[in-house]
């Protein structure tokens, strides 16, 4: 199974809205990640999850709010959102914080009205 | 300057042509990734190089870290390879990967 699943594959949330994404992995994959991506650009790196724990945060607002449950877990609260957050989220899992081949999954696209 | 750049920006080709894809970066790296990205967003790693060439399929990556180019090669095309293809590194000093900005490539019937 190299399977990176998220849900939900759309969001659509107002400014005061609290939401959730979720990521899941069972390929005994150590480090998670979400990336944001606009369109028409390439992703980029919001948080970085190494053994369950939080090892990179990109100086990214606290309206998102990352959270590693378990080791094949990975949620991302979001709350008070702008318009400008409206995005394509991606969760990815690496064997290896870091190292290795990145699994992506869909990606949730999201929608801040 | 990026310190990923991809040529051309946007490809477009007949099916059953030969296409490549360029890559140039500017810093030291311990590994560079092609990904290939279908509308509607999901993300696929095809090769992941440190040096030389890999083949999987009709897809053929090469680098050469002299230089600091990659090159990813597409034969015999296909509509269904219609996709934004991604050249990302990651930095020998650093720990996270850089991408550059993306190929467009459509390929017609």
Same mark, same amino acid.
């Given at each position: ?66 959270? !590693?449950?378990? #080791?094949?877990?990975?949620? +991302? ?5 702008? %318009?400008?957050?409206?995005? &394509?989220? $991606? !969760?990815?899992? #690496?064997?290896?914080?870091? +190292? ?5 999954? %869909?990606?949730?696209?999201? &929608?801040? $009205? | ?109």
């Amino acid at each position: 199974d190299t399977e990176v699943t998220q849900t939900p594959k759309h969001l659509v949330m107002g400014m005061t809205n609290k939401k959730s994404l979720k990521c899941e992995q069972h390929m005994g994959h150590r480090a998670m990640y979400w990336y944001k991506q606009k369109a028409k650009k390439p992703p980029e790196l919001m948080f970085v999850y190494s053994y369950e724990k939080l090892s990179i945060n990109e100086s990214v607002p606290s309206r998102f709010s990352p959270e !590693c449950p378990n #080791s094949s877990l990975l949620n +991302l609260h979001l709350h008070a959102l702008q %318009p400008e957050d409206s995005a &394509l989220y $991606l !969760c990815a899992s #690496s064997q290896a914080p870091l +190292l290795g081949t990145q699994y992506f999954g %869909p990606g949730t696209r999201l &929608l801040v $009205l | 300057k990026n310190e990923v750049e991809q040529s051309p920006q946007n490809l477009t080709a007949q099916e059953g042509e030969f296409i490549t894809i360029n890559c140039s970066y500017s810093v030291g790296i311990s590994a560079l990734h092609w990904l290939q990205q279908h509308p509607g967003g999901g993300i696929v790693s095809l090769f992941m190089l440190s040096s030389g060439k890999k083949k999987h399929g009709r897809l053929i990556a090469t680098i050469n870290i002299q230089e600091k180019h990659s090159s990813l090669h597409i034969t015999a095309s296909h509509p269904r390879d219609s996709a934004v293809y991604i050249c990302a590194v990651r930095e020998t000093s650093g720990s996270r990967l850089t991408f550059g900005e993306g190929t467009q490539l459509t390929v017609n019937p």
